[in-house]
């Protein structure tokens, strides 16, 4: 397997494709271009060893004076959060075949989709940061652009919350790029470093907040509510969907091996604050009646969840994290999928104003009936 960079390549190329298309003919573009996608992944799933490690690796020199690599490669945490990524963008650019969207719409997701394609695959720390910085930016892009309301003012705020919490994850990777010997990036140096206890806390600290405001986890929550709320059908999908995993992923590739003791130390606080937020949320959630607020709080829940179960730090937590990552991706899609095709048919996401739409339109409450009972069976 030596094509592992086209899975990265391609989302760029249909990005400069896609930015030139002003027409209605952009979205057919996108949905193919996003299941050539697919079909490059599903290779790396088939010949993927469940009992091996880190595989199909490529590892190239970006820049030689400062000892960056290029290196990216897939195991068992990245490989279904790859196919969660590539699998999820055809069904959501679907979503969006009866909107007035031009190519820049899909240039932009495009562009996210290969930053979170490098967050999953990257193997060495200034490459992560790289990808993690542009997946932010363009979902920056879509959803003050394209969204509703206040929009401006509420991505804002997001942008704000998520670009201070890479900047304390950024010191803390370029310290350990100062502790390594040979000063370089890699996932590899930096985890076999011997740091001493009072270094590991506070890089506990400084990747927890980053990853926690992303995921995110209480009391780091406050900016997505009204971020899902405000931004574009495509966009909420996009953030809830694919987006916030790229926290709890951090948790499991970066802040569990390069901190144990800080784990150690802060992780049953942690689990805690995830605790709450799952409680805190589900209360918020049931007194909701704008829907899109509702499943946004009831997705603070389950990423909650998800966390909690990094912070378990055994084999069953970690697995069941990665699993249920996969399933809260495509469910929390489904619901705001629905939630799309209500809003759009009757005008409005108050619950107080809905009612008997399984008289008018029986199959698509059949298939709302089926997400929904696949997002209470997440717990």
């Known amino acids: 397997m030596d094509n592992l960079f086209l899975l990265i390549l391609l989302p760029l190329i249909s990005a400069l494709m896609l930015t030139f298309l002003k027409t209605n003919v952009a979205k057919s573009v996108a949905l193919i271009l996003s299941l050539v996608s697919v079909a490059l992944t599903i290779p790396f799933l088939c010949a993927f060893d469940a009992n091996g490690g880190m595989q199909f690796e490529q590892n190239w020199v970006w820049i030689s004076s400062l000892h960056i690599h290029f290196h990216i490669g897939v195991d068992g945490i990245s490989l279904p959060l790859v196919l969660l990524t590539n699998g999820l963008m055809p069904l959501i650019i679907a979503t969006t075949f009866k909107k007035d969207y031009k190519g820049n719409f899909y240039a932009l997701m495009a562009f996210m989709q290969a930053g979170l394609l490098l967050v999953f695959l990257a193997l060495d720390a200034f490459t992560f940061y790289v990808g993690w910085e542009i997946a932010l930016i363009p979902i920056y892009f879509i959803c003050a652009l394209w969204g509703e309301g206040d929009r401006i003012r509420v991505n804002l705020k997001f942008f704000i919350y998520t670009f201070l919490g890479s900047l304390l994850m950024l010191i803390g990777i370029l310290y350990l790029y100062q502790q390594v010997p040979n000063h370089d990036f890699e996932w590899t140096s930096f985890i076999a470093l011997d740091l001493g206890e009072n270094t590991q806390r506070w890089l506990f600290w400084a990747f927890f907040v980053a990853f926690a405001i992303k995921i995110p986890v209480f009391p780091f929550h406050t900016w997505q509510p009204n971020t899902y709320t405000h931004a574009p059908a495509a966009g909420t999908m996009l953030l809830a969907g694919i987006m916030l995993k790229m926290g709890v992923y951090g948790l499991m590739r ?62 069953n937590g970690l697995s069941g994290a990665t699993i249920q990552m996969l399933n809260h991706g495509i469910s ?48």
Not at 271 to 298: E, F, H, P, T, W
Not at 350 to 370: D, Q, T, V
Request: hydrophobic share 55%.
């Open 254 to 315: 970066w802040l569990l091996p390069i901190a144990p003791v800080g784990v150690a130390l802060y992780g049953h606080f942690a689990m805690i604050l995830c605790v709450i937020g799952i409680v805190y949320a589900s209360i918020i959630a049931i007194k909701q009646d704008d829907v899109k607020r509702l499943i946004a709080y009831s997705s603070i829940a389950h990423v909650g969840l998800i966390s909690a179960g990094v912070f378990t730090w055994n084999t």
């Open 332 to 379: 929390v899609v489904g619901l705001f999928y629905v939630l799309d095709i209500i809003q759009q048919r009757t005008q409005t996401r108050s619950l107080s104003e809905l009612g008997g739409i399984a008289g008018k339109a029986p199959r698509l409450a059949i298939f709302f009936m089926i997400i929904c009972m696949g997002a209470v069976g997440l717990p």
